[in-house]
């Protein structure tokens, strides 16, 4: 096959001439370590793909079905200002119990890490900055795992002996995790992150674009900074203006996330703000255009 990320595109450009413009717009920016990459993540992933007997061409579909529901819900949010959904027991319905639509938005969603500049950019700081925690890191935990590509660098990058735990709620996220990193030193737990109790302390946490779907994400950091050691670190993702079938809690602004992690006792060691499409910030608070916002945390030695 030739590589996977032109077939990708040429097959998007067909399928979806507008969508394949707005993913052109990225192609300036991506350089020779992103094309080598997503060449090999997708390479791998195709494999993963085979031994469930699907196909490439099955994901690019799913992927279009995830952007489908993106644009609907983005008309929805530009009238209203609001998601769509405002209860867990809603998207809990509308999504996570739901195995076809879960499975879907989750290939859609590990195809967007690499077709997605913010998607990529933010992979890439993680990536890059876990090595520094990696002598400390004895236990790792990540909440809403989902199709586990931030799991899988994981780890790649932390010591043999660093014992990983996932959470998710959704039956279908932890078969395409355990489908995805084929791995006996993960520990998978099927289970709503507010019912976790574990006496464990972890090194390490990851939550990854789960914020926004739970009614109130104040309680959901202060949930995990006490499955935090005390010299722990939180990486945590969440975006601003991001309408989708499960998001639920509406960040209007990066200044408002900066002051829930200040309410739930952390300070931030680094932060991304990462643009979803090329305008100034300005223009993104004016359109309503999300931003990608994510952040190394530690507990704050003043709570
Ligand atoms: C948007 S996906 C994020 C996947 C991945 N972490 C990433 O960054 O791309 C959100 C995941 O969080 C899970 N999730 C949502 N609410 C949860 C909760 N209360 N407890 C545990 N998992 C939850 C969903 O099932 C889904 O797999």
Known sequence: MEQPLNYIYQKIETLSPMHSKKLKKNIAFFDERYYEQANSFFARYINILHHDHKTLDYSIDCYLRMIADVNSETVEFLRTGKYTSSTFAEVNQRVYARPETMEYYM???????FLWKHHYQMLQYFTDTLPQYIKAT???????????????????????????????????SITLAKNFIKDSRINYNLKDIFEFNNRKKYDFITLG???????????????????????????????????????????????????IIKAAGFEIETERSLLSEEVSPERA?????????GAFLKKSKAS
């Open 285 to 293: 608070a004016k359109l309503k255009i999300a931003i990608l916002y």
């Open 138 to 172: 004895k236990s790792y935990l990540e909440v809403g795992v989902g199709h586990g590509l931030y799991l899988s660098k994981a780890l790649e990058i932390l010591n043999d002996n660093t014992t990983l735990t996932a959470v998710d709620i959704s039956e279908t």
């Open 107 to 113: 290939h859609g969603l590990i195809m967007s890490q």
């Open 209 to 259: 674009e789960v914020l926004e779907h739970v009614e109130d994400p104040l309680k959901l950091l202060q949930k995990l900074k006490t499955l935090l050691s005390d010299e722990g670190i939180l990486f945590f993702t969440t975006p601003t203006n991001a309408p989708a079938i499960d998001h639920i809690y509406l960040f209007n602004t990066v200044g408002e996330i900066q002051d």
